[in-house]
Nanobody, 118 residues
């Protein structure tokens, strides 16, 4: 079965940094656009960042532009989210998603919790 496994979450103070990782298994990683989403309690899940299958293009939510960076290493089947200058409002469960470039097919990870608090 296809699996996406996130890691790197934790508790961090405002202004701190974290790097999230998502490792894909049993998936032709190079055929998937990858994204990071987040969902806070009582809030809708929102798209944070995305990157095309070849890493050639990225997009970010306005709320994280200039602070977060998405990247991928297709040789390692891994997508990353570097998060800097974290704010309390970044607190959420962060999940990665892969979207097959050839059709409407997607896979989700279970998420990793990021909590920004002093």
């Amino acid at each position: 079965q296809v699996q996406l496994a996130e890691s790197g979450g934790g508790l961090v103070q405002p202004g701190g940094s974290l790097r999230l990782s998502c490792v894909a298994s049993r998936l032709t990683f190079s055929l998937y656009d990858m994204s990071w989403y987040r969902q806070a309690p009582g809030k809708e899940r929102e798209l944070v960042a995305s990157i095309t299958s070849d890493g050639g293009s990225t997009n970010y939510a306005d709320s994280v532009k200039g602070r977060f960076t998405i990247s991928r290493d297709n040789a390692k089947n891994t997508v990353y989210l570097q998060m800097n200058s974290l704010k309390a409002e970044d607190t959420a469960l962060y999940s990665c998603k892969g979207d097959w470039v050839r059709a409407s097919l997607a896979f989700w990870g279970q998420g990793t919790q990021v909590t920004v608090s002093s």
